[in-house]
T-cell receptor
Framework: DAKTTQPPSMDCAEGRAANLPCNHS???????VYWYRQIHSQGPQYIIH???NNETNEMASLIITEDRKSSTLILPHATLRDTAVYYC?????????????FGDGTTLTVKP | GAVVSQHPSRVICKSGTSVKIECRSL??????MFWYRQFPKQSLMLMAT?????????EQGVEKDKFLINHASLTLSTLTVTSAHPEDSSFYIC??????????????FGSGTRLTVV
C-alpha cells in the first residue's frame, strides 16, 4: 500500500470548514483513498473513501486531485465533537485486503 | 450499518495471567478480521490478520504464541494475551470488513479494549 503524508496537527474554529490535506504521491491506479478518524480512546471511525472522483456523504467531502497524488478531506461545519486524529490511508479494494497501514495522522482541534 | 462489538472495553489483570478479548461482527459476516495495538500517543499498529477457519497471519515482530488468535465463526474472532506483562498494556482494536457492503463502509472498527497489566 502507498504511504501517505499528513500534517501532524491543525486547528479549526467551530462552525468553519476544516480542510485536512493528505499526500499520496506513490498511489497506484487500483488504490483507493480512505479517511478514518479516531476520537480519544475509541476505535477508528470510517468517514469516506474514493478512487478518483470527488465524493460527498453526510459526514464530509473528499477532493482528490486529477493526478491522484493528493487529497483533501473537508468537514464543512466543524464542531467541537470533530476534534480527533484523522487518518488518510491508501489501499486496494481487494476482497481479502484489509491491512490498513495507519500513519501518524493529523490531530484536528476544533476550538470554540 | 455495519457494527463491530468488542469486549471487554477495559480490563485490568495481574502479571502472568491471560486475558481474552472478543471481537464480534453484529450484523454481517466477516471472513477476515484484523487486530491492532495502539500505545499512548502513537498510531495503530497491525498485529495480525484473523481468518475464519484457518490460522492467523501475524505481522513481523508479533509473537504468535503470546497473542493467540481464534476465528471460529464468521462473526467472532478472539485475541488472547497469554502470560501478560506490564509492557503488554495497550489499547487493542479489532476491525472487520463488511462482506456484503464493503463498498460503502470499508473496514469497521471495534471500540477497542484498554488492557492494563499490573
Amino acid at each position: 500500500d502507498a504511504k501517505t503524508t499528513q500534517p501532524p496537527s491543525m486547528d479549526c474554529a467551530e462552525g468553519r470548514a476544516a480542510n485536512l490535506p493528505c499526500n499520496h504521491s506513490t498511489i497506484s491506479g487500483n488504490e483507493y483513498v480512505y479517511w478514518y478518524r479516531q476520537i480519544h480512546s475509541q476505535g477508528p471511525q470510517y468517514i469516506i473513501h474514493g478512487l478518483k472522483n470527488n465524493e460527498t456523504n453526510e459526514m464530509a467531502s473528499l477532493i482528490i486531485t486529477e493526478d491522484r497524488k493528493s487529497s483533501t478531506l473537508i468537514l464543512p461545519h466543524a464542531t467541537l465533537r470533530d476534534t480527533a486524529v484523522y487518518y488518510c490511508i491508501v489501499r486496494r479494494l481487494d476482497t481479502n485486503a484489509g491491512k490498513s497501514t495507519f500513519g501518524d495522522g493529523t490531530t484536528l482541534t476544533v476550538k470554540p | 450499518g455495519a457494527v463491530v462489538s468488542q469486549h471487554p472495553s477495559r480490563v485490568i489483570c495481574k502479571s502472568g495471567t491471560s486475558v481474552k478479548i472478543e471481537c464480534r461482527s453484529l450484523d454481517f459476516q466477516a471472513t477476515t478480521m484484523f487486530w491492532y495495538r495502539q500505545f499512548p500517543k502513537q498510531s495503530l499498529m497491525l498485529m495480525a490478520t484473523s481468518n475464519e477457519g484457518s490460522k492467523a497471519t501475524y505481522e513481523q515482530g508479533v509473537e504468535k504464541d503470546k497473542f493467540l488468535i481464534n476465528h471460529a465463526s464468521l462473526t467472532l474472532s478472539t485475541l488472547t494475551v497469554t502470560s501478560a506483562h506490564p509492557e503488554d498494556s495497550s489499547f487493542y482494536i479489532c476491525s472487520a470488513r463488511n462482506k456484503v457492503s464493503g463498498k460503502s463502509y470499508g473496514y469497521t472498527f471495534g471500540s477497542g479494549t484498554r488492557l492494563t497489566v499490573v
